[in-house]
Each structure stands twice: as structure tokens, then as C-alpha cells.
């Protein structure tokens, strides 16, 4: 074998091991790439099941204290004033002293109407008929008024009239009033508030457009952190799945939440839709 021939044949070679190391390369490239995409989607499927457990927990957990709140009201209210009426009936059945008949018919008269004002209360907790499907600020309105009649806080709203809610789908103003609602209730539970004021105005300058909800209260406060992370109390836990609750709906709506407390200094709550963002009309289906 020549000189030439043996350069040759090295190259050949040289050559053969470089197209080998070059493809084995890019196949382990390749296959590296994969196992990191398959790890992110495995960390984020963990994740939304996180998120969704959580989420599914915050839903039964509302539905039982929901459920325990209905029962406490119907059996502490109606039907302990139901009772008493039945009482009252029959002692006018057996009494033929008409003065004492006429006064417990007034009596009767009196606590079912007052129970039938009870049952309207725990009916429109439940479902206000009188929300609007276009009209957030009329929503917002009756809610405070409602709450502020069922309650020892004063509720009051402030929203420019030229406030701009076009953009708002009918499902958007569902959940916004759904989270004002799981909002005052969180504070009339745990602030031990005398105050809440929940202010709705677009962007000033240098904001992003859209439309920003401000729900403050005077109340006694809490360490955000602390309530977030750490179920260590009753009234703690209960607080902490009132925020999921409203952190999810926010994240349903493509609304950005943010709370800040400290105790002693009462609590905020800002919520922040982007006019660009309409994907409550996907929630909706309509």
C-alpha cells in the first residue's frame, strides 16, 4: 500500500467516525430534547393536577360549609319560628278567649312574615334574581345593599359613571360579582370590619387598560403569607379556601388577583381584567 493510499484510507476513516460521532450527536441531542419536553409536560400536568385538586377541594369545601350555613339558618330561623307559630295555633284552638285568639293571630302574622323575608335572604344568596346579565355596576350595587342590610358592616361602592365595562362578556360580570360577593363575605366572617369600599374605574395614566376593582376594608387584618401557606387554625383555613376560591375565578376569566393585609391595617384586594382579554366569551360559549 502506498503513501497515498494509506492517507487515504485515514481519511476514509477519520471520515466514517466523524459522520458516526455527528448523528450519534444529533440523536442524543435529539433524544435529550425529548426527555427534557416530556419532563416539562410531566411537571406541568403535575402541576394543573395540583391546581385542580386544589380547586376541586376549595369547590367541596364550599359546598359543605355552604350546605352547614343553610341548614344553621333555616333550623336557628324558619324553622324555629315555624315551630313557635304552630304553637300559637294551637293554643288558639283550644282558648275561647277571642282577645288572647286575636293577639296570637297578629303574633302568627308577624313571624311568618318576618320567615318569609328570611327565606328571600337565603334565597338570593343563593341566587340573586336580580342580577343583571350587562350591567356590573346595578350588580355591585344591590350587593352591597344586600349585604349591608343582612350584616353589621356597611358596604359602599364607587364607580365613575363613564367607567367602561363594554368589553366585559355577560360571564366576565358573572364572576366579578361572584368574587365581590366571596369578598364581603370573607369580611364580614374574619375582618371583624366596620367598613368595606369596593372602587371599579378604568386605567389612569401609565396603567394598562381595562378595568380595575379596589375591595378594601378596615378590619383587623392578617398576614398574607402566613394564612396562604399555613392551615394551622380553623378561621385560617377557612380564609385561605375563601382566596382560592377567588384566585380561581379570577384565573377562569383571565383576570389578574392580588391581595395585601396587614394585621391591624385591614386588607385590599385589587383584581385587574385587560380590556384586550376577552376570554370569558369562550367560558360562555356564546
Known amino acids: 500500500m502506498t503513501y497515498a493510499e494509506s492517507i487515504s484510507n485515514y481519511e476514509n476513516i477519520i471520515h466514517n467516525y466523524t459522520t458516526f460521532?455527528?448523528?450519534?450527536?444529533?440523536?442524543?441531542?435529539?433524544?435529550?430534547?425529548?426527555?427534557v419536553i416530556i419532563l416539562i409536560r410531566f411537571l406541568k400536568s403535575k402541576k394543573n393536577l395540583k391546581d385542580s385538586n386544589e380547586y376541586l377541594l376549595y369547590t367541596i369545601h364550599g359546598q359543605e360549609?355552604?350546605?352547614?350555613?343553610?341548614s344553621r339558618e333555616?333550623?336557628?330561623?324558619?324553622?324555629?319560628?315555624?315551630?313557635?307559630?304552630?304553637?300559637?295555633?294551637e293554643k288558639y284552638n283550644d282558648d275561647d278567649n277571642k282577645t288572647k285568639n286575636i293577639e296570637s293571630l297578629k303574633q302568627v302574622k308577624e313571624i311568618l312574615e318576618k320567615t318569609l323575608s328570611q327565606v328571600r335572604i337565603i334565597s338570593y344568596n343563593l341566587s340573586p334574581a336580580d342580577?343583571?346579565?350587562?350591567?356590573?355596576?346595578?350588580?355591585?350595587?344591590?350587593?352591597c345593599t344586600s349585604m349591608t342590610e343582612t350584616s353589621s358592616v356597611k358596604f359602599r361602592i364607587s364607580?365613575?359613571?363613564?367607567?367602561?365595562?363594554?368589553?366585559?362578556?355577560?360571564n366576565d360580570i358573572l364572576n366579578i360579582y361572584r368574587i365581590a360577593q366571596e369578598s364581603f363575605t370573607n369580611v364580614i366572617k374574619h375582618?371583624?370590619?366596620?367598613e368595606v369600599v369596593i372602587l371599579i374605574r378604568n386605567a389612569t395614566e401609565n396603567e394598562e387598560e381595562g378595568l380595575y376593582i379596589f375591595i378594601s376594608d378596615d378590619g383587623c387584618g392578617f398576614d398574607v403569607e402566613a394564612e396562604l401557606y399555613s392551615?394551622?387554625?380553623?378561621?385560617?383555613?377557612?380564609?385561605?379556601?375563601?382566596?382560592?376560591?377567588?384566585?380561581?375565578?379570577?384565573?377562569?376569566?383571565?383576570?389578574?388577583?392580588s391581595i395585601s393585609s396587614t394585621p391591624g391595617e385591614?386588607?385590599?384586594i385589587c383584581i385587574f381584567k385587560p380590556s384586550h382579554n376577552k376570554s370569558g366569551d369562550k367560558t360562555n360559549g356564546r
Open 191 to 194: 375582618a371583624k370590619a366596620d
Open 131 to 143: 342580577i343583571t346579565k350587562k350591567d356590573l355596576k346595578a350588580n355591585i350595587v344591590n350587593l
Open 74 to 89: 333555616l333550623h336557628d330561623t324558619v324553622a324555629q319560628d315555624l315551630r313557635y307559630c304552630k304553637n300559637l295555633l
Open 65 to 70: 360549609e355552604e350546605r352547614s350555613r343553610i
Open 159 to 170: 364607580m365613575p359613571d363613564e367607567t367602561d365595562t363594554s368589553f366585559l362578556s355577560e
Open 231 to 257: 392551615n394551622s387554625t380553623q378561621t385560617g383555613e377557612a380564609r385561605h379556601f375563601g382566596l382560592v376560591g377567588i384566585k380561581k375565578r379570577c384565573q377562569l376569566i383571565g383576570t389578574e388577583f
Open 266 to 268: 385591614g386588607t385590599q
Open 21 to 35: 460521532f455527528i448523528i450519534f450527536d444529533i440523536i442524543f441531542f435529539i433524544m435529550i430534547l425529548s426527555g
